[in-house]
């Protein structure tokens, strides 16, 4: 944009006089964005061209035991119903005397591409009989890590088409997520790939498909606790089975069934200063993992007891990153009483499926729309310009109406200051 040129160059002040100048800005909003600058000397640090901080609002889940420990979770989100669903859901595992997890390791994988490699078996070969220098060469690349008792464990090769082949690369990263310190390892690796054997690279880089991180978390809960709303236990078990069985089957139905699982799982990435593309992505990648998108956990009933499993990589770290730079995250970490990184994935784990639960639950009961729009009415008030000292009479007569929509949340405003 014209005008705007080495804008990374300026400082915070700087650019915001820019924007202003530019009459991209009223000064009334440039005065907003210096109003929710909290920490300039942190996010000027962190990422490019910075003007101020985006704040998402963070709440508390309750009720989680897992592996008979309890947990408050702290989650930061913008969706309405996604601490209380969590809440909700994790209230009723912990009734049925909580969740169980299991996680087997924690290693990243990263690949070596290689490119003309049409002797695939050779390369192989060659690969295989260099795998103690090449894991060498990625471990002095990286050597604090090693002296933490981390370091790359293992080599295998994998066929992609007749002249690509994938060299993957597996590393423990200790207590990070481990993305920069696997890439500096795989480019070392890559180098001596390039050098000593004579192989065409075409890049190297960590894989957000963790497949050797994988979290397990399940709980079984007994149907006499489920009935609601003149539904039996054992009707709401069904359902909830058929339902999970649904997203099994269907990609339409396992994307929506995800995103609810997602929902909850993020939060917690986000507040614990963890990198939610890569959970996502990873997630997604290990969702299709059988040539169809399914979903990722599932529900059964089994005797009296619904029975529930979810299943994913979950490659989250407890320092490295912005972990470190957040004053945030070391509250977060603080409130969730976390000693280590597995600790963490298998609390996010079970966030995941509390969420789950909760949102089929409602879905096969009630429906969502009910609690959702609770919620949403007082995000439509807000929207409408409901001050703090209106609210609570502003969502007193939104409460009443039989639909809520910005139009009425705005005449509902209206009537009130008329009124007052
Ligand atoms: P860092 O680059 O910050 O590396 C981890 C740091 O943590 C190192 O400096 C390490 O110290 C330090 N550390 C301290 N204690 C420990 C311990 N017990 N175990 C391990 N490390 C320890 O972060 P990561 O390598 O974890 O990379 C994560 C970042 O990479 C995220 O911000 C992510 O968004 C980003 N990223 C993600 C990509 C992806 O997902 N595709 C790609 C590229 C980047 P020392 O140096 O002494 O070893």
Redesign the pocket.
């Known amino acids: 944009m014209s005008g705007l040129r080495k804008f990374y160059r300026k400082t915070v002040q700087e650019r915001w006089s820019t924007l202003y100048e530019k009459e991209i800005l009223t000064e009334k909003q440039v005065e907003y964005l210096k109003d929710k600058t909290y920490a300039p000397e942190f996010g000027d640090s962190m990422i490019e061209n910075y003007i101020t901080d985006y704040t998402v609002p963070e709440g508390l889940s309750f009720h989680y035991l897992i592996d008979g420990r309890e947990y408050l979770v702290p989650m930061v989100t913008e969706e309405p119903s996604v601490i209380a669903a969590s809440s909700h859901g994790a209230g009723l595992v912990k009734k049925a005397g909580g969740f169980k997890t299991r996680i087997e390791q924690r290693l990243m994988i990263g690949q070596i591409l290689l490119e003309n490699c049409e002797n695939y078996a050779e390369v192989c070969q060659r690969i295989e009989e260099k795998k103690a220098a090449i894991l060498e060469v990625a471990n002095k690349a ?1 050597y ?2 090693v002296k ?1 008792g ?1 370091g790359a464990r293992w080599l295998r090769c994998r066929q992609l088409a007749d002249d690509l082949m994938s060299i993957d690369m597996a590393v423990d ?11 500096t390892m795989l480019e070392a690796a890559a180098d001596y790939i390039h050098t000593k054997l004579d192989q065409n690279v075409l890049l190297s ?2 894989s ?1 498909y963790a497949t050797e991180c994988l979290a397990v978390a399940e709980c079984s809960l007994p149907l006499s606790l489920l009935g609601k709303n003149g539904l039996t236990g054992e009707e709401i078990g069904r359902k909830i089975a058929q339902a999970s069985r649904v997203a099994q089957l269907d990609p339409y139905r396992a994307a929506t069934h995800n995103k609810g699982i997602m929902n909850g799982i993020d939060a917690v990435v986000m507040a614990t200063g963890n ?1 939610w ?2 959970i996502e992505s990873g997630a997604h990648a290990f969702a299709a993992r059988s040539g169809q998108y399914r979903g990722l956990s599932k529900w059964k009933v089994s005797a009296d007891q619904l029975k529930g499993r979810i299943e994913l990589p979950l490659p989250v ?1 407890t ?4 972990i ?1 730079i957040l004053p945030l995250v070391k509250i977060n970490q603080k409130i969730l009483g976390i000693r280590n990184a597995t600790e963490l994935e298998r609390v996010i784990a079970c966030v995941g499926l509390s969420q789950n639960l909760a949102a089929l639950y409602a879905l096969i009961s009630e429906g969502i729309q009910r609690g959702h729009m609770r919620l949403q009415a007082k995000s439509l008030a807000i929207a409408a310009g409901a001050k703090p000292d209106e609210l609570f009479q502003v969502l007193n007569v939104m409460r009443k109406n039989e639909k809520n929509d910005l139009a009425t949340a705005k005449a509902v405003v209206a009537r009130i200051r008329r009124n007052r």
């Open positions: 990286h604090s890590l933490r981390g990263v200790q207590e990070a997520m481990g993305a920069n310190m696997l890439n880089i960590l957000n990198d593309r890569a770290g320092v490295g990153g912005s470190g």
